[in-house]
């Protein structure tokens, strides 16, 4: 008879009187002594944060839970409303529209400023420094036309408000490192490429203040995800309390005007 196969786990394991989580009592250790943000960063780095790092991954979670009607929550709500016995079907709806346009910034920002910082070997020692790899940067990316992750908001044309406090809270905290370093260089630099002053927006600082806490690239866009769950349980709160999403059904169903079709030829692109 084969032997057994193990498959070993740091992670959460059950025996018949106890279950241990990251080699801590579940019970006793773990519960009532450890906030959900530590626990959430200490599950993803299997090391324990210190303080000063839960207060920024916590701040990142905060700045991403909820950003009012984005399409994220629209289709939650609408999803309840289609499927009021499915709470988690409406959750999972409003997850998956987590992309490079809502939440999936987080992740772009992260691996693109890594990438930049990994190319470029030692990293600078100053601010100027840091403003000529960041306009280094940004010409290349503009050469090859592509766009920078985390430069621009459709909303807060004038400066996103989470993007300097964050900035504070990683400074204050120690943790303002290469990621956040550059990112605010971008800033600085990118209106003297694009002739126009954009402003760096949450996502994305999201996104570099993760990198910075060291935690896998892989995963940031599951922290963005992780946070928005949160802003999405409220949408759902929401919705049992004042519910608006049969209205915004209705506006759509009611005021649908027919057209002539329109064939797909090869070579179209729409936008």
């Not at 279950?19 to 906030?35: C, P, S």
């Not at 016995?85 to 890594?114: I, K, M, Y």
């Not at 420094?129 to 430069?151: C, I, K, M, N, Y």
């Not at 408000?161 to 370093?181: D, Q, Y």
Request: aromatic residues 6%; glycine residues 12%.
């Amino acid at each position: 008879m084969a032997e057994p196969r193990e498959y070993p786990t740091a992670l959460g394991a059950s025996g018949r009187e106890t279950i241990t989580l990251l080699g801590h009592d579940l019970a006793e250790e773990v519960m009532g002594e450890v906030g959900f943000g530590e626990l959430a960063f200490w599950l993803a780095a299997q090391r324990r944060p210190t303080p000063g790092e839960t207060r920024v991954f916590e701040a990142v979670l905060a700045a991403l839970a909820d950003h009012g009607f984005t399409p994220t929550a629209i289709v939650t709500r609408l999803t309840y409303l289609s499927a009021p016995d499915s709470v988690q079907g409406a959750l999972a709806a409003g997850l998956l529209g987590g992309g490079s346009r809502f939440l999936g910034v987080t992740e772009d920002t992260g691996r693109f400023l890594h990438g930049v910082l990994t190319s470029a070997g030692e990293p600078p020692a100053d601010e100027a420094g840091w403003d000529a790899l960041a306009l280094e940067t940004v010409r290349a990316e503009r050469e090859a036309g592509r766009f920078v992750p985390g430069l621009g908001h459709h909303v807060h044309k004038d400066g996103d408000p989470r993007t300097p406090r964050l900035m504070r809270i990683a400074t204050e905290e120690g943790t303002f490192g290469p990621h956040l370093a550059l990112f605010a260089a971008i800033g600085r630099v990118h209106p003297e490429v694009l002739g126009k002053k954009l402003p760096l927006n949450g996502a994305g600082v999201c996104g570099a203040a993760l990198a910075d806490l060291g935690l896998p690239l892989e995963l940031l866009r599951g922290f963005a995800l992780l946070a928005r769950t949160a802003g999405l349980i409220g949408q759902l709160a929401e919705e049992l309390r004042r519910p608006v999403a049969n209205e915004i059904f209705l506006s759509v169903d009611l005021n649908n005007r027919s057209v002539a079709p329109d064939p797909y030829t090869p070579g179209d692109r729409h936008g």
